[in-house]
């Protein structure tokens, strides 16, 4: 009579085949990693030397600063001072031009985000004669330097005038100037983000009996909040750090004047009180730093998705 046997599983007691491979894979892949981070922390820190030895001359005066490097600041005897920043913040018309750096960013950069938002949608869902054209058209004015535009759209601003509002030297032409610059590459950028949303909710919603104007309100702009986010900090950080068009459209009555050409105004001619536009520029940097970590969780989605959809 024959024993019952047990059964025998073909090389239970050994090691799988791959193993080895896979723990060869993974050794590779841990170093690769481990080169990568040291890689990106080397260039962390070159990015990041411009912006401390700004910040480490902002606490020196300007004899220490012409007598040595920034660097030499950072071992005893150290003689910081906090006068560049007292000067600066008590300056006459220092917080008036930092309120009309709010006045200008701000509408500037809600007036491109919506503006752009419509057309976006309209360029990628909407069907109408001549729409790649003009997409095209509004794309291409990216490639036109600013600086051509300004002395035509300066003589507009001076013989037009709005109900008898003369253009000429306000903040309103400042945010028409602002809305004209940011709006191609703000068009760009949402339409390939909304371009590339799910055909079928749109189909869907349409079956629904819902609107243009439904779907964009309450579909496109829920789903499109990582590109927009990244749209307000482009244009707010542009807008923000402009210097070029405010001086231009604003012209040289200081009442109107932004942040940045008050610190531009603080230099003399021959170079000199540069000392006091590092404490100013660090000033300055306060609300930009506060709008970038605010949306930064949704910057990089933003930008990726907008630049790979289409």
């Known amino acids: ?90 300056r006459a018309g220092f917080w008036d031009s930092f309120l009309n750096s709010l006045l200008i960013t701000v509408p500037a950069t809600v007036l491109v985000v919506m503006i752009a938002a419509f057309a976006a949608y309209a360029f990628a ?48 032409a400042v945010w028409l100037a602002h809305t004209g610059y940011g709006l191609p590459f703000a068009v760009y950028l949402l339409r390939n983000y909304i371009g590339g949303l799910p055909r079928e909710l749109f189909e869907a919603a349409e079956i629904d009996g819902a609107g243009h104007a439904t779907i964009f309100f309450r579909l496109v702009l829920p789903m499109s909040v990582p590109v927009l986010a990244s749209l307000v900090i482009f244009q707010f950080l542009w807008v923000w750090n402009d210097l070029l068009v405010a001086l231009v459209y604003l012209g040289p009555v200081p009442a109107n004047h932004p942040l940045s050409v008050t610190l531009a ?15 100013a520029a660090f000033v300055s940097m306060v609300i930009p ?13 933003g930008i990726t998705g907008g630049a790979v959809k289409g």
């Open 1 to 90: 009579m024959t024993q019952a046997q047990a059964p025998v599983t073909v090389g239970a007691d050994l090691p799988p085949a791959r193993e080895p491979a896979r723990r060869e894979r993974a050794g590779r892949r841990g170093a690769g990693g481990a080169v990568l981070h040291l890689v990106l922390l080397l260039i962390m820190v070159l990015w990041a030397i411009p912006a401390v030895g700004l910040f480490v001359a902002s606490f020196r005066t300007a004899e220490a600063t012409n007598r040595s490097g920034w660097w030499t600041a950072l071992v005893p005897p150290w003689g910081f001072t906090f006068a560049n920043y007292d000067y600066v913040l008590n």
């Open 125 to 172: 869902w909407m069907t109408f004669p001549g729409r790649n054209v003009i997409f095209v058209v509004v794309v291409g004015l990216l490639v036109v330097p600013l600086q051509v535009t300004l002395i035509p759209v300066l003589t507009l601003f001076r013989d037009a005038s709005i109900g008898g509002y003369d253009l000429s030297g306000t903040i309103l």
């Open 265 to 279: 105004n603080l230099t003399t001619n021959f170079g000199g009180n540069w000392q006091f536009v590092t404490a």
């Open 289 to 301: 730093i506060v709008v970038f970590f605010a949306l930064q969780r949704y910057f990089v989605r």
